[in-house]
């Protein structure tokens, strides 16, 4: 069974930035069969797709958020993870990491149970 | 950028009720829509991909339809625990795009 679990400091001030790590268990981050998703919500809000990175390393990033975002993975640690610079109030969320079938018609079919991140001084 | 609108925001429905879900792409996506389920404080359920796959595991009770710009959900015989809040989503390029969500709610 495939697992994700994000960890990462809880409270970051306003400028700095935010990271965190998703640890896969269960499952390669190495198959080519799926990528990496961040995912964010909002306290009462909807899901604002953060990026993605595939086993290769190539990434894409929402256009809202990709002067500031930076994913990576490190194959070693079955892990992958985000770099939000500049963080705001606005960044204030909970935050997921997903697993997605590497098809044009793929979802995300695991997640995290969530972190929530605040940003505040 | 492809915008995904959903309606209604909310709606009440009994159990065993049909409902119905609407989610429409501000231009054409074939059959590029997946549906997920929320459940308070949890992470998204994945349960429809292609527009009218249905994920491993979802009951049957699920459906989806649609291509193009206009796509549905139905839950027929609504249950206890699927009241819930439901997203669309756009994945058939670089940029996904979640609808703003449909909140399910007791009547």
């Known amino acids: 069974q495939v697992q994700l679990q994000e960890s990462g400091p809880g409270l970051v001030k306003p400028s700095q930035t935010l990271s965190l790590t998703c640890t896969v268990s269960g499952g390669s981050i190495r198959s080519g069969s799926y990528y990496w998703s961040w995912i964010r919500q909002p306290a009462g809000k909807g899901l604002e797709w953060i990026g993605r990175?595939?086993?290769?390393?190539?990434?894409h990033y929402n256009p809202s958020l990709e002067s500031r975002v930076t994913i990576s993975v490190d194959m070693s640690k079955n892990q992958f993870s985000l770099k939000l610079s500049s963080v705001a109030a606005a960044d204030t969320a909970v935050y997921y990491c997903?697993?997605?079938?590497?098809?044009?018609?793929?979802?995300?079919?695991?997640w995290g149970q969530g972190t929530l991140v605040t940003v505040s001084s | 950028d492809i915008q995904m609108t959903q309606s209604p925001s909310s709606l009440s429905a009994s159990v065993g009720d049909r409902v119905t879900i609407t989610c429409r792409a501000s231009q054409s996506i074939s059959t590029y829509l997946n549906w997920y389920q929320q459940r308070p404080g949890k992470a998204p359920k994945f349960l429809i991909y292609a527009a009218s796959r249905l994920q491993s595991g979802v009951p049957s009770r699920f459906s989806g339809s649609g291509s193009g710009t206009d796509f549905t959900l139905t839950i027929t015989s609504l249950q206890p625990e699927d009241f819930a809040t439901y997203y669309c989503?756009?994945?058939?390029?670089?940029?996904?795009?979640f609808g703003q969500g449909t909140k399910v709610e007791i009547k």
């Open positions: 989503q756009h994945s058939g390029s670089f940029s996904w795009t």
């Open positions: 990175i595939y086993p290769s390393g190539s990434t």
């Open positions: 997903a697993r997605v079938l590497n098809s044009d018609d793929g979802g995300a079919d695991y």
